[in-house]
T-cell receptor, first 109, second 114 residues
């Protein structure tokens, strides 16, 4: 499978702590995106980082990309209970789009 | 702006029956995607349309799955006949020239095959 692998599969933290999740992939990409999925709902786009970028910020989100290692990380700072969800990375390799296996994040109030 | 619409939201069928799902993308979005998401897994792309043409259907099980987007707007995904392993959420997404490669997802259709 060309799907990305995410690590950890599940993460449980206290409100206010930072959460870091990692994504590894197999092929060369044009960009990598992160999505959030609340239980029973569709996915919501969080942030996109292009292959020529190394780091990107959006609010409490920080994404890094290392194309030499074919890996990316998503950092959520000062987590809130509302951040509880599954997080997926998705790689865009032109006409091929693959989602990772996801990290389930639980933020305990 | 209206989001991606999907129907039905839930469907329960017996194995070997047929089922169809409908998706209406966001107005102006030329690209439409169908994904299959099995419980506990990430979404798997089944087919991608650009207007009414197929861009990628490499992961679509063509012996039983079919999809069309005849007028380049809404789309239908069909399974015929269904198997137990087809139980999943079927997600539709769309993107357009101004979305910067961001995909907008519908709420999905949860299919249970008994």
């Amino acid at each position: 499978s060309q799907q990305g692998e995410e690590d950890p599969q599940a993460l449980s933290i206290q409100e206010g702590e930072n959460a870091t999740m990692n994504c590894s992939y197999k092929t060369s990409i044009n960009n990598l995106q992160w999505y959030r999925q609340n239980s029973g709902r569709g996915l919501v786009h969080l942030i996109l980082i292009r292959s020529n970028e190394r780091e990107k910020h959006s609010g409490r989100l920080r994404v890094t990309l290392d194309t030499s290692k074919k890996s990316s990380s998503l950092l959520i700072t000062a987590s809130r209970a509302a951040d509880t969800a599954s997080y997926f990375c998705a790689t865009d390799a032109g006409n091929q789009f693959y989602f990772g296996t996801g990290t389930s994040l639980t933020v305990i109030p | 702006e209206a989001g991606v619409a999907q129907s039905p939201r839930y469907k329960i069928i017996e194995k070997r029956q047929s089922v169809a799902f409908w998706c209406n993308p966001i107005s102006g979005h030329a690209t439409l995607y169908w994904y299959q998401q099995i419980l506990g897994q990430g979404p798997k792309l089944l087919i991608q349309f650009q207007n009414n043409g197929v861009v990628d259907d490499s992961q679509l099980p063509k012996d039983r799955f079919s999809a069309e987007r005849l007028k380049g707007v809404d789309s239908t995904l069909k399974i015929q006949p269904a198997k137990l392993e087809d139980s999943a959420v079927y997600l539709c997404a769309s993107s357009g020239p101004l979305t910067n490669n961001e995909q907008f997802f519908g709420p999905g259709t949860r299919l249970t095959v008994l």
